[in-house]
RNA sequence: GGUGGGGUGUCUGAGUGGCCGAAAGAACUGGUCUUGAAAACCAGCGUACGUGAGUACCCAGGGUUCGAAUCCCUGCCCCACCGCCA
């Protein structure tokens, strides 16, 4: 969520900042709005005011000895006022600051100055690329093919179980990729110092509200069915950045932020993205996540996106597998983000390099929405932090990159070095 | 699932119809004292909206009342015990 202030003050420059995310801002009618809850509210008030005093005359009344009926009497003028029009103005006042609460839910995330312009995608600007793909002299194999003629990948085994966009790993292929979710995990723990933590997969709307899934995209969402409003998590950000909703962290715990890191399945609905990426392990409905989440002050939020994305691309590194790193444009910039990092793996079945990352700073956004706050020492009041967060990797899709970058000319699949010691002696699939 | 007890400010915790935005303590901030620190003492110290007067907020939503943190209803959550189950 905006700070509502910095639109009624600037709209005109908001509304032109918010452009650059392709997003229209109304600003006719967000301050009709606006100026409609505030003349509800000083209505509504200023009859609350009345009744507050005249409530106090009676109690005063009463407590000198005069009975009740008569203390009311004294009041009857406004008593009869109140009656009559108190509850009609207060339910104008909350409609209006309901329909302004509205609007403000679904207003994204003013892009930083950082982002450039552009439409889509096709306008991420490259900002450096790692690796070379590696020559292939035989014919390349995409990661279906490989998978399915080597056993341990099955697709239509899931369908059977499930349905289209699943997948049934076993063996070898099981185990690979559980030794990546071990692999990064390890590194983000021990090399760059976060810490591990387990949270529900399912977590309330509440939560959704607070990282911005809600109440804008949920149809890109797994509603479970039952009284309560419960979610399958899309990523492990919703329920780790949650941890700091409607709290406010004393500035001696907070000095250096928070930093998690969150091994979880991820569910998807994929509702809009029929056509896309049907084949392989691309684009699922579950796939696991290794989640990187940094609750910071906002002094140092700028720093902390930056190095949480070196902290990602330290796993493809390690894995030495090619990729190159883009800053989204304007009009790829999710809702709740400010800027974004994207890594994109080379994928040899593809002849694309393809997201397994994405490292976001949401600067006050997310913690507005979810009144997460630290105690500045330098102000001793609350205010409001900054959250982070990225993949530190998509276990699924860098279990595509392994196999695809790692293929040999016989059909099977090199371990990569860093993932010997979780192997158990496998070095080649 | 059953029974009982609870949910109050950053924290602990008092408050059972008007004197309560709310005692007290802790923490925090400033000051006095001290070579410095600790201790002690003094003062300050919630949030949102509103130019302001003011209004709202004591888990959430309803209700009773001229008036609700306080009474009633519903829901959620926590604690204890019992039952059931991994």
Request: include cysteine; charged fraction near 25%; aromatic fraction near 6%.
């Amino acid at each position: 969520m905006l700070d509502i202030k910095l639109i009624r003050q600037n709209p005109d420059l908001v509304a032109e900042q918010l452009q650059k995310k392709k997003f229209t801002l109304n600003t006719a009618e967000f301050l009709t709005l606006d100026a409609a809850r505030k003349q509800a509210e000083a209505d509504s008030q200023s009859l609350q005011a009345e009744r507050k005093q005249a409530s106090k005359k009676i109690g005063e009344l009463v407590k000198q000895g005069t009975p009740v009926e008569e203390a009311k009497k004294t009041v009857n003028e406004t008593l009869a006022k109140i009656e009559t029009q108190l509850e009609a103005l207060k339910q104008k006042a909350q409609q209006a600051s309901d329909a302004l609460h509205n609007l403000m839910m679904e207003i994204p995330n003013i892009p930083d100055d950082d982002v450039p312009a552009g439409d889509d995608e096709n306008a991420n600007k490259e900002i450096l690329s790692w690796g070379k793909p590696k020559k292939i002299d035989f014919e390349v194999r995409d990661h279906v093919d490989i998978g399915t003629e080597l056993g341990g990948l099955d697709f239509d085994l899931a369908s059977k179980l499930t349905g289209s966009r699943f997948a049934v790993m076993s063996g070898g292929m099981a185990r690979l990729h559980r030794a990546l979710t071990q692999f990064m995990l390890n590194t983000h723990i021990v090399d760059h110092g976060y810490s591990e933590i387990h949270v529900p997969f399912i977590v309330n709307a509440e939560s959704l509200r607070g990282t911005g899934q809600l109440p804008k995209f949920a149809d890109d969402l797994f509603k479970l069915e039952g009284e309560q409003n419960y979610y399958l998590i899309p990523t492990a950000e919703v329920p780790v950045t949650n941890i700091a909703r409607d709290r406010i962290f004393e500035a001696k715990e907070f000095a250096d932020g928070l930093h998690f890191v969150c091994h979880t399945p991820c569910f998807r609905s994929e509702a809009g993205s029929y056509g896309r990426d049907t084949r392989g392990m691309i684009r699922q409905h579950q796939f696991e996540k290794v989640e990187l989440v940094k609750m910071v002050r906002p002094d140092q939020s700028s720093d902390e996106l930056e190095k949480l994305t070196l902290h990602a691309e330290a796993i493809l590194q390690q894995l030495e597998l090619p990729y190159r790193k883009v800053i989204l444009c304007g009009g790829d910039l999710g809702f709740s983000a400010l800027k974004t990092y994207d890594l994109e793996v080379w994928l040899p079945g593809q002849q694309k390099y393809r997201e397994i990352s994405s490292c976001s700073n949401m600067g006050d956004f997310q913690a507005r929405r979810m009144m997460a706050r630290w105690r500045n020492p330098e102000t001793n009041k609350p205010e409001l932090l900054h959250t982070i967060n990225g993949s530190g990797l998509a276990v699924g899709r860098t279990l595509v990159a392994v196999l695809e970058n790692y293929q040999t000319a016989d059909g099977r699949v090199e371990v990569p070095e860093v993932l010997k010691p979780y192997m158990g002696g496998i070095s080649v699939l």
